[in-house]
């Protein structure tokens, strides 16, 4: 008995020497072993004795364990009461508030803020704001649900903003929108800044918080897209910068038979903690656009709408499984008038107006409970559509300027909130009703405090009895019981604290786990390819941007270096002001870009033969029609805009493309802003809109500059005409504009685009005379890349020329090569005078002067002498008198009249006094020389259609005229 019981100490003796491992010797453990070996009952008996005694232990864990379930269970079940309670009680406090609630936000003055005088708009309490008309005295009270005076704090503002966030756990679609005048300070409110964030990251953060408080797993997916100038762009979705990257799908809005609302493709990111969120908030900021307007340096020109879409199975207490909140920073109201918004500004704010409009005319019709409400009068109400409704939680931020000179729209916004306030909330109501309302919201919130109290204390008891189950399913995890405790603790420890996963995935995630109205529909799949994805998630992500390109006008984009003015037509994507977020994207980082049109302008520019053509392989797509379908689809994949098409033609590395699209027939269209060229205003407009395509394309051709100089030495390269075309610099121009010494950064500027107009005047005298049908475009469409490939032509040497020559008959189907090189088929024939000839031809259709032999034959020298080729003149002279012996060649251009023909092609005055600048620096270039021959065509042109002509004047008083 003795042995037994030392030798059942031993056991416990050698446990105990498990701690002290360093002072055990080999020599000891073999001692140890063989005192057992010796034993009479072997190791067995350990081994069973060993297995009793743990059977009793287990038993009292075992039943530890299920007193800690029991207790658990009623817990649980007890804090699903709780938060069904408080749900309860947070839906009557909101109807009683009003599912529409109004607050109003008074803007600070900013120190060193050129703030002009301000009125007496004060807030009068915490729900009043007192507008003082300082002329009479006179002052009006406006009432809201909450009134945040100059000097309130993001904290403050955002405390009044929660209960939204909780209602939306609870399973209501919600609305949070800031409204107001530009420059008031919405995006303040909603983004804010690194040290004062704004409602947007507070209510992720409060959305995740709450999330992990309640007993309840959720699933969030983050969306983030703009409307601008009336269209839906998603802002997750990298830009494209080349014409070879893929455009991204476009986004239409559906509604199904519910009545809730899905925006097909728009990207919808799962994310599991606020970082993710955060990160993908940043990167859809870069993308907004925004531009410097007369009133705010930083002015949103689009709507900007984030959804989070919260998902909950198995949550009977919640009003949907899967509902949404949208948390918009609305682009600002401006008058036209002060704003002083011209070209693309002028059609963002119209954009902005009309549809907060139309918001305003659907809040009424909502309030007013009007049978019909206008939800389709734009894209902004559209997509809101179920999350405006009676079933769902809306509040709206009006936000309003101290500023005298703002007293117009400062009292519209005032309006317009009071007004869909009053209605909402009955303000007509007596006294007494008021009172037992606002009774009854006390009584409300007293309760929702008590209940909220209470979850804490139940949560805090439920997360102590799971550290106890953790603790006992470690010491001894083999039974069944603590097998089940640890998978009870894993669980309800998912559903008290779910932790961070990666970024999975983006629409393409797995259907089973994505909300029913973020899956794609058969439509969708077809159009994105993800019909073809392969169960791997990130695969099938990639397969949808690896479909064939899809190419619309709306989201090119062109890198840019300056900054652009007030008042610019460019339009750019800021970087994000909450840098502590890291986010990375280095292609990003510090990039400005310019926005290309958008469907708003381009929409209406179809190309008639392309639609019936179905062999096209570029496709585009009226993007923001609602009823963008299959059948419209099908018949969009084959309409074409000029836009894209110009622009591709200039970069892309296609040629089929090219052939496919225009095929014998080049028709260019005019964009719809353009369209009234004739008036005055518009004209400089339509300059500016010129200059700021050409800005673009030369933003963009600076950025390659290295690789152009290189493609504009065609020597032996093989390379094809369309791509020296494309890739031709602008050499001499770009020297010309780039010297600082001479010209001015403005002068600069102003010269391009005088070049540009000339360009244009260049494509049209070539396409006539090719007997192409062209309806011109002379606004932007066709591109300087023409009087480039044309210059290239005129200054290089005899080698260059005949390079060009070989390398158009390597190319079929281009479209912007030279002239000579165009007409092909006679090539051979090509003498220098018949150069000379034709392009004295160009430049007497240009102006429509009749040019004499001597004429032609003194361009001839000139030409000769400029690329190198007088030893041939002579032989060659012959043949021009030949040529011209035949006569003029017959020209659409003679048929109108020559004042025509000015006021069509070019303004003299406005490329006169550009190009007359440069005119010593550059006296002896080429191009100079031709640009000064193209001004002086124009200016007899000019003087030829105000009547000079019948006064019998020669050529060279006309030519003398501008020396
Ligand atoms: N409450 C505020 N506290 C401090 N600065 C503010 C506040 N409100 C606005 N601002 C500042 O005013 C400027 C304009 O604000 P913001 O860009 O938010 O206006 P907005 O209403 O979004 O304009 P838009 O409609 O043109 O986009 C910003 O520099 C912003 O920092």
């Avoid at 007409?823 to 002067?849: C, F, I, N, T, W």
Wanted: glycine letters at 6%.
């Amino acid at each position: 008995m003795e042995s037994r019981k030392s030798v059942h100490k031993l056991a416990e003796t050698i446990h105990s020497f498990v701690g002290l491992k360093s002072h055990l010797t080999s020599s000891w453990v073999k001692s140890v072993s063989n005192i057992i070996k010796s034993l009479p009952y072997g190791i067995s008996y350990f081994e069973t004795r060993d297995s009793s005694e743990k059977r009793d232990g287990d038993t009292d864990i075992s039943s530890v364990i299920l007193k800690i379930k029991g207790e658990l269970a009623t817990l649980t079940a007890y804090i699903n009461q709780l938060n069904t309670q408080r749900s309860q009680v947070l839906n009557d406090l909101l109807d009683l508030k009003g599912n529409i609630r109004v607050f109003c936000r008074i803007r600070p003055i900013i120190t060193g803020e050129n703030f002009g005088r301000f009125r007496l708009l004060s807030a009068l309490d915490s729900s009043n704001v007192l507008l003082k008309f300082a002329d009479n005295n006179k002052s009006k009270t406006y009432s809201f649900d909450k009134v945040f005076s100059p000097d309130s704090t993001q904290d403050e503002v955002f405390s009044e903003v929660e209960p939204v966030i909780k209602s939306v756990l609870d399973g209501y679609n919600a609305c949070i929108f800031a409204f107001g005048q530009t420059g008031t300070g919405k995006t303040f409110t909603m983004e804010g800044t690194q040290h004062f964030p704004g409602v947007v990251p507070r209510a992720i953060e409060a959305l995740f918080k709450q999330a992990v408080d309640s007993n309840r797993a959720f699933l969030f997916s983050f969306s983030m897209m703009e409307i601008y100038l009336g269209n839906l762009k998603d802002l997750l979705v990298p830009h494209p910068t080349k014409p070879t990257d893929c455009m991204p799908p476009c986004l239409s809005i559906r509604t199904d038979l519910k009545g809730e609302v899905e925006i097909e493709n728009l990207v919808a990111a799962q994310v599991s903690d606020l970082k993710q969120a955060m990160k993908l908030y940043r990167l859809g900021c870069r993308f907004r656009s925004t531009a410097p307007t007369n009133s705010n340096i930083t002015s949103s020109r689009s709507h900007c709408l984030i959804r989070l879409s919260i998902t909950c199975h198995d949550a009977p207490e919640r009003r949907r499984e899967t509902n949404k909140i949208w948390l918009i920073d609305l682009g600002g109201s401006e008058r036209v008038l002060k704003t002083m918004a011209r070209g693309r500004r002028l059609e963002e704010g119209k954009a902005i107006n009309l549809s907060l409009s139309a918001l305003g005319d659907v809040i009424y019709a909502l309030q007013k409970k009007k049978g019909h409400v206008p939800y389709r009068n734009s894209k902004l109400t559209q997509v809101l559509k179920d999350s405006l409704g009676d079933d769902s939680k809306t509040l709206m931020l009006v936000h309003i300027s101290p500023k005298e000179d703002d007293l117009c729209e400062t009292i519209c916004s005032l309006n317009f909130a009071t007004r869909a306030r009053k209605i909402h909330l009955g303000i007509a109501d007596s006294t007494e009703e008021r009172k037992q309302k606002e009774i009854a919201m006390t009584n409300l919130q007293q309760k929702m405090k008590m209940i909220e109290d209470e979850r804490q204390d139940v949560r805090r008891n439920i997360k102590k009895l799971l550290v106890e189950l953790e603790n006992l399913s470690r010491t001894a995890p083999a039974s069944n019981e603590q097998l089940d405790a640890s998978n009870l603790f894993i669980e309800i420890n998912h559903n008290l604290e779910r932790t961070s996963n990666e970024i999975t995935d983006v629409t393409a995630a797995s259907t089973l786990r994505v909300p029913r109205f973020m899956r794609p529909t058969v439509c969708s799949r077809g159009k994105s390819g993800i019909n073809h994805q392969t169960t791997d998630d990130k695969a099938k992500f990639t397969a949808r941007w690896r479909r064939p390109l899809f190419r619309r006008a709306e989201s090119v984009s062109f890198p840019v270096k300056s900054t652009s003015a007030y008042n610019s037509d460019c339009s750019t994507s800021r970087t994000s002001c909450l840098v502590d977020l890291n986010v990375e994207s280095g292609a990003d980082k510090g990039t400005r870009y310019i926005e290309e049109k958008s469907e708003y302008d381009v929409k209406k520019v179809v190309f008639p033969e392309q639609e019936t053509s179905p062999k096209s392989s570029v496709s585009g797509c009226l993007v923001n029609d609602e009823g963008c379908g299959n059948r419209k689809i099908n018949s969009c994949s084959s309409t074409k805009y000029l836009k894209v098409d110009s622009w591709l033609r200039l970069h892309k590395k296609e040629p089929a493309t090219s052939s496919n699209t225009h095929g014998n027939k080049r028709v260019l269209s005019i964009p719809a802003p353009r369209k009234k060229q004739n008036c005055g205003g518009q004209k400089k407009d339509n300059f500016e809109d010129t200059k700021d395509h050409y800005n673009e394309i030369t933003a963009k051709n600076n950025a390659n500059h290295e690789k152009l100089e290189k493609c504009a030495d065609v020597k032996g390269t093989g390379m094809s005409i369309q791509e020296t075309v494309i890739h031709n610099p602008p050499t001499l121009l770009e020297d010309l504009v780039s010297r600082e010494d001479f010209i001015s950064r403005d002068s600069r500027r102003d010269l391009k685009c005088a070049l540009d107009d000339i360009g244009e005047i260049i494509i049209h005298t070539k396409s006539s005379l090719d007997g192409l049908s062209v309806v011109e475009n002379k606004s932007g469409s066709s591109s300087p890349t023409n009087i480039w490939c044309s210059t290239f032509n005129f200054n290089q040497d005899d080698n260059r020329v005949n390079k060009l020559f070989e390398m158009q008959e390597k190319t079929e189907g281009i479209e912007y090569s030279n002239y000579f090189l165009a007409d092909k088929s006679k090539r051979s024939q090509h003498s220098l005078p018949d150069l000379a000839y034709r392009m004295l031809d160009v430049r007497r259709e240009d102006s429509g002067l009749a040019i004499s032999i001597s004429e032609q034959k003194s361009y001839c020298s000139h030409v000769a002498s400029e690329i190198g080729m007088e030893d041939v003149l002579e032989e060659d002279l012959d043949t021009l008198d030949q040529c011209s012996a035949l006569g003029p060649k017959p020209s659409i251009l003679e048929m109108r009249s020559q004042r025509t023909l000015f006021m069509d092609n070019a303004h003299p005055d406005e490329i006169f006094t550009k190009l007359v600048k440069s005119k010593e620096s550059t006296r002896n270039s080429g191009i100079y020389h031709l640009l000064k021959e193209r001004i002086q065509n124009l200016w007899g042109a000019a003087l030829l259609g105000l009547g000079l002509q019948s006064l019998g004047l020669e050529h060279e008083f006309f030519h003398g005229l501008m020396i």
